[in-house]
């Protein structure tokens, strides 16, 4: 069975630009969350996606928003980038909606670089 | 609001030996608790997950406890191998739907 993918692996962007980042889940698997991971923040969520639903929303402007697809793949997009953006963004998965009981599965990630 | 801290942050020790990694939480309404791996560059690989009715979870090498009155949950990797070498991160759900991460441990197994 597949893992989750992202992609892509790597961008560099410029300061106020936007930029898309790809999540596929594993198979089956209907909840995808986000989460932007720094050295000094460490992991923060974003939000949470299941079913085409975004059902929670970590502390983030609205700069950073998300969408989840049919198929359960999921986007996020930045917009007006800062420098501050510059972070691992990684995409997990899980098969049931009850993340509370379910294990997370992640995926590598796409590093963002904002220059 | 959830406050998930490991420590040490960083520990080095030669192969072979026994090692625990600690990890505390503030809110001890927990459902579960995930113990992680992340090598360099990579994502979290899930270890083991300990439902807030267990108390502790094994496989291999590793067995995780978890003590909810306490707050805490330990990680113990017997008789460890460079291959263990990685940051290790636990982290605990709240009720939305969101985890809460510890700011990891990195392990370096010296060969």
């Known amino acids: 069975k597949a893992g989750v993918t992202q992609t892509p692996r790597y961008l560099i962007k410029t300061r106020g630009q936007q930029v898309t980042l790809s999540c596929s889940p594993i198979?089956?698997?209907?909840?995808v969350s986000w989460y932007q991971q720094t050295p000094g923040q460490g992991l923060q969520f974003l939000f949470e996606?299941?079913?085409?639903?975004?059902?929670n929303k970590g502390n983030f402007p609205g700069r950073f928003s998300g969408r989840q697809f049919s198929n359960s793949r999921s986007e996020m997009n930045v917009s007006t980038l800062e420098l501050g953006d510059s972070a691992l963004y990684l995409c997990?998965?899980?098969?049931?909606?009850?993340?509370?009981?379910?294990?997370?599965?992640f995926g590598n990630g796409t590093r963002l670089t904002v220059t | 609001k959830q406050e998930v801290t490991q420590i040490p942050a960083a520990l080095s020790v030669p192969e072979g030996e026994n090692l625990v990694l600690n990890c505390s939480f503030t809110?001890?309404?927990?459902?579960?608790l995930q113990w992680f791996r992340q090598d360099p560059g990579k994502g979290l690989t899930s270890l083991l997950l300990?439902?807030?009715?267990?108390r502790e979870q094994t496989s291999g090498r590793l067995n995780a406890s978890l003590d909810k009155s306490s707050g805490r949950s330990t990680l113990y990797i017997a008789a460890s191998q460079p291959g263990d070498s990685a940051t290790y991160l636990c982290?605990?759900?709240?009720?939305?739907?969101?985890?809460?991460f510890g700011t990891g441990t990195s392990l370096t197994v010296i060969p």
């Open positions: 997990a998965s899980s098969p049931t909606g009850r993340l509370n009981y379910s294990p997370l599965h």
């Open positions: 198979s089956g698997h209907r909840s």
């Open positions: 996606y299941f079913s085409e639903t975004q059902r």
């Open positions: 809110d001890s309404a927990i459902y579960n």
């Open positions: 300990i439902q807030s009715s267990q």
């Open positions: 982290a605990a759900p709240n009720t939305g739907n969101q985890f809460y």
